[in-house]
Structure formats: C-alpha cells, structure tokens
C-alpha cells in the first residue's frame, strides 16, 4: 500500500487504475450531468492491493435514464437501482442509482432514489466498503474513515452496528466473510453487535445464507478461520447444527481445493442433512450424502481386488473420500490415490454396467426372468471385481451356465 498519513487522519491515497471501459461509462453519465463515483468491493480490493477490475459505479442518474444512455443495458436489479451497462465487449458493469433506505425488515429494503453519495455510503455495510473514487476527477470520499480502518485491518460497521445488522442480518454473515478473507480484526463494537443479533439470522432465506457460507468457505485465508467465526457468533447452532464441536475445523486447512460441498459435508455429522437445508442442489446432496454414508469404509492397500471392491462400493465419492483422506493426513492416503489411479488406467470393470455382458444375455442363457437377474449380475460384478481378465462374453456366459446348466 502506497500511503502517507497528511495531516490529521487525513490519507494520500494512490491514484486508482481505472479500466477503460468503467472510464467510458462514467464520462458518459457525468456529461449527461450526473455525478458517478466508483464504489464498493474493488476500492476496497485495489487498497489492499489485491487486483480486482469489477468497478461498480454509483450514480445520480435515475435508473431509467441509465437505460436510455447506453445502447445495452440489462436490468439485473432495477428493483433497487441497479443497471448492467454492457461494454464493447459485451462486458457487464453495475450501475447503482444512489439510494437511501426506507424500509427495511431484517431481510429486505425498499429503498428511494434521488439520494446524495454521502447517503449512499451511509447505507452501506462496513467503513472498508464504504469508500467512493470519482474515476475522473480522481477525488476520494470517506466519510467513515474507511481507509483508516483498511490500514489497521479492521472491520466496522457504518453507524450503530445493532441498527445496521436489524436492517439486514445477512451483513453479520459478510462481516464473517471479509474477517476470514482478509484476516481483519473485527472492531468489539461491532463484534457484540454481530453476536447480539445472531438470533436474526433465523430470517434469511436459505440461499442467501449458503451463497455466503460457501463464498466464505472458498475465500477464506483460512476455512478453519470462517468457521470459528460462525461458531463464536451463534450462526452454526441456527443453520449447520450438525457441524458438531470445533475438533475437525482445522483440517480444512488442508483441503487441495477450496470446494464447499466438499468441505461442509467433511463437518456434518449428516451432511445431506446440512446441504438440503441450505438448499443446495440435488446433485450435491447426493454426493453429501454418499461422502456420508462411505467415509468410514477403507480398502486393504495391499489388495488390489480390495481397492477395486472399495471403488465399486463408494462409486461416485472416490475421489471426495480421497481429498478427505490427503487432508486428514491419513496413512495410506498417497498410496490408495496411486492405486485408484491405476485401477481408473487399467479400465478395469467397477460396476454392473461394465460387465461384458447384460441382463438380456443372461436370460437368454437361461437365467429366469425377475430378481435371479440382478443377483446373477452382482455375483459375476464380483467375479470381476477379483479378476478383472475375467470380464468377456465368453467366460461370464460360461459362469452362468454352469449355475443354470443350459446350452
Ligand atoms: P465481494 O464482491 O468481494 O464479495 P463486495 O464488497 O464487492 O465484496 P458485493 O456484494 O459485491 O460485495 O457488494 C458491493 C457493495 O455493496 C459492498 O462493497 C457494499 O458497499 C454494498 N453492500 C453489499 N451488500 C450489502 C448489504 N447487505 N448491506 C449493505 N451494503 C451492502
Ligand atoms: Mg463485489
């Protein structure tokens, strides 16, 4: 960070890159004659110097005029003010009218237009957050210290934090967030806000609360960190009460990748338990709960065919219960990836479909028709689970036959 201290808490602050495009867009509204600031995430970023290009700007020009000044625009939450301008490129960029808040229940706000960038800041979540640029004339406006607090890692809400968690609890959940991503301090004030009203958090719609969970998870310095976070503010007994105590957390650490079905199901003493209620996907609370169901199954090493049997068993939750086994530092873990690496190259047989031969070609060797089949089916999957060469025609037809001693 490139800042000198001028005066009394007063900040130089750099000059910030603006992409071209954000440039071209605001130009435009200002000699429309509406004022236009860069707001919110990428000032921010770019005074920690971490790179982030997705300027959003805020602007004076009522939503519909927005609309009529450039050629695409999508209405992406024209509810509360916000246009996407489609660049050149057909890149979007937000575009937020300036807003204040009139009502709010803990979830939602209506929110009234015509409001100057100082109300637009006030109504923003934290002082870090609450920092505008204006791209051409290149001024700076902050009026909660928010660069101050950047400089010291801290989080801080905008105003009365009770108030402003009341107004929408999800901003206790972001806080959580920013302080794990960052590894910021969370001012006391704040923190006893954010604890006091946990209860609160009851009211989010479930895919708010998991966007956020999930997000947290994969932007963390460290999950474990996130974690603690949402177990010392109250969140976990209200969203993920199965996550059970604390003693797992830091294994997360160690994940090679920061994937958060992944990770949530590792905690959850029932992960499909957890996923469905937040709402997740089918496809992910199928794989919660295979990761579940499997995660206390472990091959013998020194088998192939046990390998084999275990990857038949598991089937689609191999490579979840190996990324548990590498990050729990188990025994054995490295070993058993190379083995199902080799089992996966050898295209060895692993289920009933792979089976040179099918349902019909048993009946048709005389397998009566119903249940018989089924388990007919399995007990040569097991043949081949042992003996991989044993998977053609010839020799599992010949296995039938002798059982059914036709032809
Ligand atoms: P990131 O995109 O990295 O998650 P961000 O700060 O850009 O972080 P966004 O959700 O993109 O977060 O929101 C952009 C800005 O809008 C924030 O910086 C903040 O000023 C404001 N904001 C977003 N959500 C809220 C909220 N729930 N309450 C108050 N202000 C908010
Ligand atoms: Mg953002």
Redesign the pocket.
Known sequence: MDKARVGRGELRTPELRIPDEVLRIARRLEEAGYETWC???????NLLGIP?A?F?LATAAPPEVVRKLFRRTVPVGIEHGTVAVLDRNRQPHEVTTFRRDVVTDGRHAVVEFGASLEED?A????TV??IAYHPLRKEWRDPFGGREDLEAGLLRAVGDPDQ?FR??Y??IL?LL??AA?FGFKIDPATWEAARRNAGGLRLLSAERVRDEWF?GLE?AERPSELVRLWRDVGAVPIWLPELGDASRDAVLDRFASRDPVLMTAYLSSDPAATLERLRCSNAAIDRGRRIGEHRGDWPDLASGASVRRWMSRVGSAVDDLLAIAAAEGREGAAELVAAVGEVRRSGAPLSVSDLAVNGRDLMQAGVPQGPEVGRMLRRLLDRVLEDPSANTREELLRMVREEYGKG
């Open positions: 707001v919110g995430g990428a000032i921010r970023d982030n997705d959003d800041l109504r923003r979540d934290f957050n609450a402003r107004e929408d999800l901003r972001r967030r920013f991503r997000k932007s």
